[in-house]
């Protein structure tokens, strides 16, 4: 059974840090697009970054370009997001996904990581930040 397990999220003020880890069990993600998407209450679910396995080549959403940075290490089968300098308005349900189509790297998907590009989800982390 596949698996992708979320954890890291906390409460932080603004400015402050947190790194997020997405787990993967039950399968190996050796060449997918890997990304972190978010969701705020009564906002659609946005990609933020994504990264291809297969090669570490990644991508950001403007919004978060240059105070958040997305990793892998292959030998845990993780993948992590680094996010630093964090705003109020980065407060969301954070949820890792592994895209629908192998052998893909990211850039396939934009000029926007999409939801529906994306089948398996862990179950999300929470990040608050206040200001």
């Known amino acids: 059974q596949v698996q992708l397990v979320e954890s890291g999220g906390g409460s932080v003020q603004a400015g402050g840090s947190l790194r997020l880890s997405c787990a993967a069990s039950?399968?190996?993600?050796?060449?997918?697009?890997m990304g972190w998407f978010r969701q705020a209450p009564g906002k659609e679910r946005e990609g933020v970054a994504g990264?291809?396995?297969?090669?570490?080549?990644?991508y950001y959403a403007d919004s978060v370009k240059g105070r958040f940075t997305i990793s892998q290490d292959n030998a845990k089968n993780t993948v992590y997001l680094d996010m630093n300098s964090l705003k109020p308005e980065d407060t969301a349900m954070y949820y890792c996904?592994?895209?629908?189509?192998?052998?893909?790297?990211?850039?396939?998907?934009?000029?926007?990581?999409?939801?529906?590009?994306?089948?398996?989800w862990g179950q999300g982390t929470r990040v608050t930040v206040s200001s």
């Open positions: 990264i291809y396995t297969g090669g570490g080549s990644t």
């Open positions: 039950g399968y190996t993600y050796s060449s997918n697009c």
């Open positions: 996904a592994a895209a629908k189509r192998w052998y893909y790297d990211c850039s396939h998907f934009l000029p926007e990581l999409k939801a529906d590009d994306f089948g398996d």
